[in-house]
């Protein structure tokens, strides 16, 4: 299986649990629980940026070196606008549905905010991605990478990685210790004089997610120029880096469930909670997405080449997963059904709101449906591009 495969199947992977995370039940609902996250600290939205990073590393890596610059950085920044019509498409669709739906004002305020109603202040706002709906999530963060990306793809193929690599990780430690706080704060008081009361509202600090993102980026470029083999980076005779990547795994997998069960105490649960603030992608996310990442890529890659059988096993298991058609499907047009589960997510709980509160069976069968209606866009982008292969044929 080529490993464009694995990506598409991994990224329609985080795409299913990011649905089923999002879906909101009153009461809960228990699928939800069958979930990795529920073992570490690594969520679907990490590893949907990584791999939306890399891509643009290996796509556009290629597209530079045959067309320069500006080809590569015209199509990369085309693709940001069709991204941001897709990110506003989703909020007039909700605004819209919010004018029409009976005490919509009432199950989709805390998520939209004021968007919907109030002054035209909060829709600017919403316009410029600084006052995000609920949910909307990693597309704006997305559109803003992709604006940055041309010039940092042009350094890492003019062998400048490092010094990407570098300005990423002084960023993400600048978040951390809150360097970003003034500009923060400059920005809610520009916001204030459009409206009293307005102000910054995103789910994700770019600032410090940008650290995933880019780190698939230089990877990605890397892999375009050949300059990473990485049948040896995981060797299956090479499993020091991977017994260590368990390790963090195991070690954070008892605090999950120290946590889970409530057996931390309160002062000790304080101090760890300065390193897990998943909004500035803390220390605690970022060590366990670099072990996680790093042993399931030895997984996939050096596992079927593994002398130890469970390796080998689970390795054939994974390329089974990520090659299923329906997560390929999903990850071939990733974007796109992001945008769709948006307004999936508000269609269940405008449902819920009017017609529950559901019983487990219920709520579970709105979830798979959820699921079956995922695939719509993309399946739809496939018909039409089988159309317009249909009729080049007919034209040659």
């Known amino acids: 299986m080529r490993r464009v495969e694995v990506i598409d199947g991994l990224r329609g992977y985080f795409l299913v649990f990011m649905l089923l ?13 069958i979930n990795h996250a529920e073992l570490g600290f690594v969520q679907d939205a ?36 069709e991204l941001y019509a897709y990110a506003i498409g989703c909020i007039v669709a909700i605004v819209l549905l919010a004018q029409v739906l009976p005490y919509a004002g009432v199950y989709w305020d805390a998520w939209l905010g004021g968007v919907d109603g109030r002054h035209p202040a ?21 559109v803003v990478y992709m ?52 102000s910054l509202r995103v789910p994700f600090n770019v600032l410090a997610w940008q650290v995933v993102f880019m780190g698939g980026m230089v990877l990605g470029v890397l892999t375009a120029q050949n300059r990473i083999a990485w049948t040896e980076v995981f060797h299956p005779e090479r499993t020091g880096a991977l017994k260590l990547a368990l390790a963090v795994l195991a070690f954070f997998l008892v605090w999950r469930l120290c ?35 790093y042993a399931l890529g030895w997984m996939l890659i050096a596992g079927p080449r593994s002398q130890d059988a469970r390796a080998v096993r689970l ?14 499907l999903l990850g071939r047009h990733s974007l796109q059904v992001y ?19 559901f019983d487990e069976i219920a709520k579970t069968a709105f979830a798979l449906t959820a699921l079956m209606l995922l695939t719509l866009p993309a399946i739809l982008r496939e018909v039409r591009q089988g159309r317009l292969v249909l009729v080049r044929n007919q034209a040659q």
């Open 21 to 33: 995370n999002h879906l909101t039940f009153e009461g809960g609902y228990a699928l939800v629980r």
């Open 46 to 81: 990490q590893g949907f940026v990584f791999l939306s990073g890399l891509l643009i590393g290996l796509i556009y890596a290629k597209k530079m070196a045959r067309g320069g610059f500006r080809a590569g950085a015209a199509a990369i920044w085309r693709r940001a606008a």
């Open 122 to 142: 909060y829709r600017a706002a919403a316009a410029a991605f600084l006052y995000q709906p609920t949910f909307l999530d990693i597309l704006p963060q997305y």
């Open 147 to 198: 604006l940055a990306a041309p010039p940092l793809v042009w350094l890492c193929i003019r062998g400048q990685w490092l010094v990407v690599a570098i300005m990423s990780a002084v960023l993400w430690l600048c978040v951390q210790l809150g360097a970003h706080i003034p500009l923060a704060n400059l920005i809610d008081s520009g916001l204030a004089t459009w409206h009293e009361g307005l």
């Open 259 to 293: 946590f889970t069960f409530g057996v931390v105490p309160e002062v000790v649960t304080k101090r760890f909670q300065l390193f897990e603030n998943r909004a500035e992608f803390g220390l605690v996310f970022l060590v366990n997405f670099v072990a996680l990442a």
């Open 315 to 328: 390795a054939s298991a994974l390329h089974g997963l990520f090659s299923w058609g329906f997560l390929r």
């Open 339 to 357: 945008a769709w589960h948006v307004l999936i997510v508000y269609a269940v709980k405008a449902v819920d709101w009017r017609f529950g509160p």
